[in-house]
């Protein structure tokens, strides 16, 4: 009896420490989604859903098939995808990669998370800019052939604006901004502000 009751302690032991354990992994889990999805600017909060998992890759990879790695190309295609996706605004907070294209609609928000989670899959690097009420994405591209278009050069480097809710849009779409306006340029992956010495467009 004595022996039965120190098992059933035993177990209930540690049966505590897993569920304590399980509760506390939850809450960490939990605390390291927020920091990466929300992003405190001034006095604004913003909200990304970037995500890399199997759907965004097997889309990515769809999508970029038949470019034979030209970059333009796997560029060109995959904010040609985004931008054919109907625009309608979405009231609450931006959804994924995944209910963007299922539901076959979005806004800024909605079809920039879409776009930005494609190119990191192809390896691109990629910025959310926000301006008021407006987001858009820039990707930087070394290409030997020339765009022919205005790039914005952050820290020296050229990154060229991809606008996804204006539709058949191409890379280099004109930039409508003044830098007064840029509030930020994300890393949504870091989910942090880049720090910007020097900023030009030409």
């Not at 420490?17 to 006095?43: E, G, N, P, W």
């Not at 191409?170 to 409508?176: E, N, T």
Request: proline share 2%; aromatic share 14%; hydrophobic share 45%.
């Amino acid at each position: 009896m004595l022996f039965q009751n120190k098992f059933i302690y035993y177990i209930s032991l540690i049966i505590s420490i897993v569920f304590i354990v399980i509760v506390f992994y939850m809450i960490f889990t939990s605390f390291k989604i927020v920091d990466r999805q929300f992003l405190d600017i001034d006095d604004k909060t913003y909200v990304n859903q970037v995500k890399i998992d199997e759907f965004t890759h097997s889309l990515a990879k769809k999508l970029t098939l038949h470019c034979k790695n030209d970059k333009l190309c796997e560029v060109q295609s995959m904010l040609d995808f985004t931008t054919n996706i109907p625009y309608k605004v979405n009231e609450s907070i931006a959804r994924s990669a995944r209910k963007v294209v299922s539901q076959n609609f979005g806004d800024c928000d909605d079809k920039s998370n879409l776009l930005i989670s494609l190119l990191h899959v192809k390896g691109y690097e990629a910025y959310f800019v926000l301006v008021p009420k407006h987001i858009f994405v820039i990707v930087y591209l070394d290409v030997n052939q020339s765009l022919n278009k205005k790039a914005l050069y952050v820290n020296g480097k050229a990154f060229y604006k991809l606008e996804t809710t204006a539709t058949n849009s191409k890379i280099g779409f004109p930039l409508k901004y003044s830098f007064e306006q840029i509030e930020a340029i994300i890393d949504p992956f870091e989910n942090k502000k880049l720090v910007v010495n020097s900023l030009t467009y030409k």
